[in-house]
T-cell receptor, first 111, second 114 residues
Framework: DGGITQSPKYLFRKEGQNVTLSCEQNLNHDAMYWYRQDPGQGLRLIYYSQIVNDFQKGDIAEGYSVSREKKESFPLTVTSAQKNPTAFYLC??????????FGPGTRLTVL | AQSVAQPEDQVNVAEGNPLTVKCTYSVSGNPYLFWYVQYPNRGLQFLLKYITGDNLVKGSYGFEAEFNKSQTSFHLKKPSALVSDSALYFCAVSANTGGFKTIFGAGTRLFVKA
């Protein structure tokens, strides 16, 4: 997982609560990504950012928000609008078109 | 639109036997192809990639993959499987459209039996 950290490892959310997942990289990569992983469904792209202060919606952006104020950081907020947020969340970074480097993941559970 | 298919949810092999995990793709333009491995409750780890050059690509831990343009396939192979190879394997594809957005397959679970 070298070079990318995600925190916390486990996160519990109450109904109606917003929570923020942290992602930091020290690889000097321009591009960063957030994926959601559900059993049997592989990885689905939530948001991605190719450069600081710019980001694009992925395939399942509804109920999520991001910011990219620094090259090293790409936090993801899971809002109360996301009705089924229980999943494993993975952050990654890369220098396109090369391989992505993944963090260790955050497991979010709704109480 | 880009897509990736991993037709097998699970592959079972005996230790010491060769293994193959299948992947086919669809993309406009030249594909960039990747294999990743995931162990339980961990992030994905990069194994190998094809961007250009030789169709046979060698990667980490003795894995290799062959790019076949006519069959639009990028199967992952290893001559002799180890029990420690048991994990979840993902194939991924991107292209020089839309900022190299990467599409991942659904994953294939590999079980290597001692």
């Amino acid at each position: 997982d070298g070079g990318i950290t995600q925190s916390p490892k486990y996160l519990f959310r109450k109904e109606g609560q917003n929570v923020t997942l942290s992602c930091e990289q020290n690889l000097n990569h321009d591009a960063m990504y957030w994926y959601r992983q559900d059993p049997g469904q592989g990885l689905r792209l939530i948001y991605y950012s190719q450069i600081v202060n710019d980001f694009q919606k992925g395939d399942i952006a509804e109920g999520y928000s991001v910011s990219r104020e620094k090259k090293e950081s790409f936090p993801l907020t899971v809002t109360s609008a996301q009705k089924n947020p229980t999943a494993f969340y993975l952050c990654a970074s890369s220098i396109p078109p090369n391989e992505q480097f993944f963090g260790p993941g955050t497991r979010l559970t709704v109480l | 639109a880009q897509s990736v298919a991993q037709p097998e949810d699970q592959v079972n092999v005996a230790e010491g036997n060769p293994l193959t995990v299948k992947c086919t793709y669809s993309v406009s333009g030249n594909p960039y192809l990747f294999w990743y491995v995931q162990y339980p409750n961990r992030g994905l780890q990069f194994l190998l990639k094809y961007i250009t050059g030789d169709n046979l690509v060698k990667g980490s831990y003795g894995f290799e993959a062959e790019f076949n343009k006519s069959q639009t396939s990028f199967h992952l192979k290893k001559p002799s499987a180890l029990v420690s190879d048991s994990a979840l394997y993902f194939c991924a594809v991107s292209a020089n459209t839309g900022g190299f957005k990467t599409i991942f397959g659904a994953g294939t679970r590999l079980f290597v039996k001692a």
